[in-house]
């Protein structure tokens, strides 16, 4: 694999990780729910406006325990953006729902709620809803647009996010996160699940504890514990929760150093962008952004791949992003055509996501600058 003198992520250190690993570590609670566990899960709730925070192995984790706790089954369909990671669809259809693909908005590649409204019907039990490169989609248009269906907010590129000052995770009846290591904060692979509603508190703690009430018999509630409903495990280690109470703990700075560069890239591409007619993000008036990706959107594919060429022999790593998952081989057997989101179909060819992580400095930054300039589109 080639080595990039300026890669495109790289997890950040905060310096405290191996001490509370250390600290975890003598301690007898290596299993899941200890007190790095609750730790993490208070400050994680303080981000994403109070509601119930589980810690859960990955996003993808988070997305299945989603699909669960709705009941969601055959017969029912949940809409999706094409634009998105698999396990955003995935989830939904393991409980074996019909995935409907929506289209993005051209200008914030998030879930479109005109397409939204056009693709729901009575059967749609839920819309989920991804904020793509930290940026919130449309809340108000789809609070309209899916009728009585739950919205879900895959929120793992927007922790810190907000739509009109309120945390982005906060507006669906369930949130998401992820914690790999490509994500602004990380304990490596990991990821949440965040209940906004207090109906679904209880059978999400069975659901996530293999279907069992073993919480309640924690806390003293019942004398024993036993199989109550169908779950899993998803439970991570309280070793891995330490790393990320440190990420936690450190989450403005993070923040800072990412929307630092985030602007650099923003403010100091505008002249080129618009010289050459590349797109650059738009973040709607009501929206802060998570400072997640940044990204340009070029002509087309082979300008795309002639930009990745040109930063890559500049020792710079950028990279494309998501194929429209309607037509991914899945998609197509599901009945998804060339044309049905043709905003995603465009995106995917067009899009190119520049360096972007916490310890990336102003040096950096020049250098990434420097080559996207020198390059005509
Ligand atoms: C929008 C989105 N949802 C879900 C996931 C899955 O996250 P995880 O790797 O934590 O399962 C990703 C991963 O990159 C993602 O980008």
């Given at each position: 694999?080639?080595?990039y003198?300026i ?8 310096g405290?990780?191996?001490a ?5 570590l ?6 899941g729910?200890?007190?790095?566990t609750?730790r993490?899960?208070?400050?994680l709730?303080?981000?994403?406006g109070g509601?119930?925070?589980?810690l ?6 988070a997305l299945?325990l989603?699909?669960l ?10 809409i ?5 990671f ?5 989830a939904?259809?393991l ?7 929506a ?8 879930l ?26 449309d809340?108000d248009?789809?609070a309209?647009?899916g009728?009585t ?9 927007s922790l ?16 998401t ?5 490509t994500k ?10 965040v ?10 703690e ?10 309640r018999?924690?806390?003293g ?5 036993t ?9 991570p ?16 700075a ?11 890239y923003?403010?100091?591409l505008?002249?080129?962008?618009e010289?050459?007619?590349v ?7 009501p929206?802060?952004?998570a400072?997640h990706?940044?990204?340009?959107r ?5 300008t ?18 998501y194929?429209p998952?309607?037509?991914s081989e ?10 049905d989101?043709p905003?995603?179909?465009l995106?995917?060819d067009?899009?190119v996501?520049l ?10 930054i ?10 005509t589109?």
């Amino acid at each position: 694999m080639t080595r990039y003198a300026i890669p495109f992520t790289r997890p950040h250190r905060t310096g405290r990780e191996a001490a509370l690993v250390g600290d975890a570590l003598g301690g007898d609670h290596w299993r899941g729910d200890g007190p790095y566990t609750a730790r993490a899960s208070a400050l994680l709730s303080s981000l994403v406006g109070g509601g119930r925070v589980l810690l859960t192995t990955s996003c993808t984790h988070a997305l299945e325990l989603s699909a669960l706790l709705l009941g969601v089954g055959p017969g029912d369909e949940v809409i999706v953006p094409s634009f998105t990671f698999v396990s955003t669809a995935s989830a939904f259809a393991l409980r074996g729902a019909r995935i409907v693909f929506a289209d993005v908005d051209p200008r914030t590649l998030c879930l479109d709620p005109a397409d939204v409204a056009r693709k729901a019907t009575p059967r749609t039990r839920a819309v989920v809803v991804v904020h793509y490169a930290g940026v919130a989609a449309d809340l108000d248009g789809l609070a309209a647009a899916g009728g009585t269906a739950a919205l879900v907010e895959d929120n793992a590129h927007s922790l810190l996010g907000a739509w009109r000052g309120r945390p982005l995770g906060s507006f669906g009846t369930m949130a998401t996160q992820s914690f790999h290591d490509t994500k602004n904060l990380s304990c490596g692979e990991g990821g949440a699940l965040v209940l906004n509603d207090p109906a679904l508190h209880e059978r999400a703690e069975i659901l996530r504890e293999k279907g069992t009430n073993r919480a309640r018999f924690f806390r003293g509630e019942v004398d024993k514990y036993t199989w109550v409903d169908l779950g899993s495990s998803y439970l991570p280690s309280d070793i891995l929760a330490a790393i990320l109470v440190a990420q936690l703990e450190r989450a403005d700075a993070t923040q800072t150093a990412r929307h630092h560069a985030w602007a650099r890239y923003h403010a100091e591409l505008a002249p080129w962008a618009e010289r050459h007619g590349v797109q650059r993000p738009h973040v709607p008036v009501p929206a802060a952004h998570a400072a997640h990706i940044y990204w340009l959107r070029v002509r087309d594919l082979a300008t795309r791949q002639a930009l990745i060429g040109h930063l890559a022999a500049a020792g710079i790593q950028a990279t494309f992003h998501y194929q429209p998952l309607h037509l991914s081989e899945v998609g197509r057997k599901a009945g998804g055509q060339p044309g049905d989101c043709p905003v995603s179909e465009l995106v995917a060819d067009t899009l190119v996501r520049l360096p972007l992580y916490t310890d990336l400095g102003d040096a950096d930054i020049d250098r990434v600058l420097a080559a996207v300039t020198s390059f005509t589109p």
